[in-house]
């Protein structure tokens, strides 16, 4: 994320990635939703992974689709992130993640506002 935001100072104006369709978020529901209801819901995310979260004992593996957009004007850069957790197919709960207003960035240099 560092080196997509070091680049994108760079650019005069750079966008990538899909806006996550948080709104859609309410129709999936924890522990019933399959990976098949996630994919109609939000579309094909950018990226895959797994993940264990440390706070739980004898912590499940969990799937992880991510989801991103990016938009740059050259010092102003906007991030929206969206991490959806699955476990054994299910839908698990998920991440929100979007940039203060905005982020400015000087010579390659990043400040949130």
Avoid at 72 to 86: E, H, I, R
Avoid at 93 to 104: L, R
Wanted: some cysteine.
């Amino acid at each position: 994320m560092v080196a997509c935001v070091t680049v994108t100072a760079c650019a005069q104006s750079v966008t990538y990635g899909v806006k996550p369709q948080t709104d859609r978020l309410s129709m999936l529901v924890r522990g019933k939703s399959t990976a098949a209801d996630v994919l109609l819901a939000l579309g094909e995310p950018r990226g895959r992974g797994a993940a264990r979260l440390a706070d739980e004992p004898n912590s499940t593996r969990r799937d992880v689709l991510f989801y991103e957009f990016v938009q740059s004007n050259g010092s102003t850069v906007n991030l929206k992130m969206l991490v959806v957790f699955m476990r054994d197919g299910t839908y698990d709960g998920h991440f929100w993640f979007s940039s203060v207003d905005s982020m400015k960035t000087t010579k390659g240099v990043v400040f949130v506002e």
